[in-house]
């Protein structure tokens, strides 16, 4: 309250102003006293429902999930699927000789692989060769019969 106002109030005759401020917070402070009291009384099951009850209420005040999602523009939407990493895919494309006639260069070969291919040929980096348990198949430039 302003200094004023209780200039105010005292002329007129209410000079317990200050008296009355006190008992409004001593008030306040019995109750959240006895709030926390009686939040030390509940069991483990009681105070994870009132959290939860709160956590519902606070919800409810922002509205509704569904108007807080951001609505996307067709442009925008493209933008993003763009934009978005590709993923590789493993998928059977073929055997690896014809996997080889229609790449040519072994890296390339390996990207266009299969997950059982990849697990069953090694690439040798350097030289570019194809090994199947050991045996070569590729040795880089052409199919070993």
């Given at each position: 309250m302003s200094d004023s106002l209780r200039d105010i109030m005292r002329k007129v005759g209410r000079d317990d102003v200050r008296e009355r401020e006190r008992e409004k917070w001593?008030?306040?402070?019995?109750?959240?006293?006895?709030?926390?009291?009686?939040?030390?009384?509940?069991?483990?099951?009681?105070?994870?429902?009132?959290?939860?009850?709160?956590?519902?209420e606070y919800a409810s005040r922002l509205g509704p999930t569904a108007e807080r999602l951001p609505i996307l523009s067709k442009e925008?939407?493209?933008?993003?699927?763009?934009?978005?990493?590709?993923?590789?895919?493993?998928?059977?494309?073929?055997?690896?000789?014809?996997?080889?006639?229609?790449?040519?260069?072994?890296?390339?070969?390996?990207?266009?692989?299969?997950?059982?291919?990849?697990?069953?040929?090694?690439l040798d980096e350097e030289t570019g060769a194809i090994y199947e348990k050991d045996k070569m198949i590729f040795d880089g430039e052409k199919l070993v019969e």
């Open positions: 001593s008030e306040r402070e019995g109750d959240l006293l006895s709030h926390k009291e009686r939040e030390e009384d509940k069991d483990e099951v009681e105070k994870r429902h009132d959290q939860y009850r709160r956590r519902q925008e939407s493209e933008r993003r699927a763009r934009e978005r990493p590709k993923r590789r895919t493993y998928e059977f494309e073929g055997p690896i000789e014809k996997l080889l006639e229609k790449y040519g260069d072994p890296k390339e070969v390996f990207n266009h692989m299969s997950m059982g291919q990849l697990m069953k040929y090694k």
